[in-house]
């Protein structure tokens, strides 16, 4: 994960504990999609999965924060 100011990690965090709903420190599937269909309307179902497969850079199936960060915390 790149270098970020306190600020911005705690940002960061705030908006993953957001999607995050079962709270276990993770984006699962099911989040991931919700969270795109509320962001971005109108992807496909291969567009949400090509981005989840993107972020997933461990390919455990999950978006851990550090994954996240890489992937939202981009400018």
Do not use: V, Y
């Not at 960061?12 to 079962?22: G, H, Q, R, S, V």
């Not at 999609?33 to 309307?41: A, E, K, S």
């Not at 497969?53 to 939202?72: A, T, V």
Request: with cysteine.
């Amino acid at each position: 994960m790149k270098e970020i100011n306190n600020e911005k990690l705690s940002e960061l965090k705030e908006t993953f504990e957001n999607f995050d709903k079962d709270n276990n420190h993770q984006i699962d599937w099911d989040e991931f999609r919700d969270m795109l269909d509320l962001l971005l309307p109108g992807k496909t179902l291969e567009e949400k999965t090509l981005a989840f497969n993107l972020i997933d850079s461990n390919h455990d199936g999950m978006i851990n924060f550090e994954e996240f960060c890489d992937w939202w915390g981009k400018e």
